[in-house]
């Protein structure tokens, strides 16, 4: 897509710092970085998000998180990380082109787990939610 940021950093039109790059994702340095070596992982075809991937790209994408994390691992050798990603306005996303954060965490970095993105269960009772499944 023309004016998104991140089909221009694929197509090299914006700089940026390859972490890891294959044939179907690039992986590169979080421009705001949260932790040391924060990276996001963005499919090479635009799309908005997870729903839009095909099976075949998830995996491709799945296999570059984890070449781009063995990368920060073996240069940065953080403690752990988070891995995930913000999907559509409400769970965070900003740019509109699917991409995967990875978050190298250091003990005594300060941070949360996943848990900390959100603490707002509602009223209605876990045995209520299940049922709707
Ligand atoms: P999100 O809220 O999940 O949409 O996050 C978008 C992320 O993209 C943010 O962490 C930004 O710092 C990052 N970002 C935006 N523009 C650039 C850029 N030109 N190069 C690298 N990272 C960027
Ligand atoms: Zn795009």
């Given at each position: 897509m023309s004016d998104c940021i991140f089909c221009k950093i694929i197509k090299g039109e914006v700089p940026n710092y390859i972490v890891y790059e294959d044939k179907s994702i690039l992986a590169f340095l979080d421009i705001?970085?949260?932790?040391?070596?924060?990276t996001v992982v963005v499919p090479?075809?635009?799309?908005?998000?997870?729903?839009?991937?095909s099976d075949d790209e998830m995996n491709k994408l799945s296999a570059g998180i984890k070449k781009a994390m063995e990368k920060i691992q073996a240069v940065l050798k953080p403690d752990g990380f988070n891995v995930g990603w913000n999907q559509s306005p409400a769970g965070g996303?900003?740019?509109p082109h699917l991409h995967i954060h990875i978050m190298p965490r250091y003990e005594g970095d300060g941070g949360g787990s996943m848990h900390s993105i959100v603490n707002n269960p509602g009223d209605v009772k876990v045995g209520e939610v299940a049922k709707l499944f």
């Open positions: 705001f970085p949260h932790a040391k070596g924060h090479k075809r635009h799309i908005d998000t997870y729903f839009d991937l996303q900003v740019v």
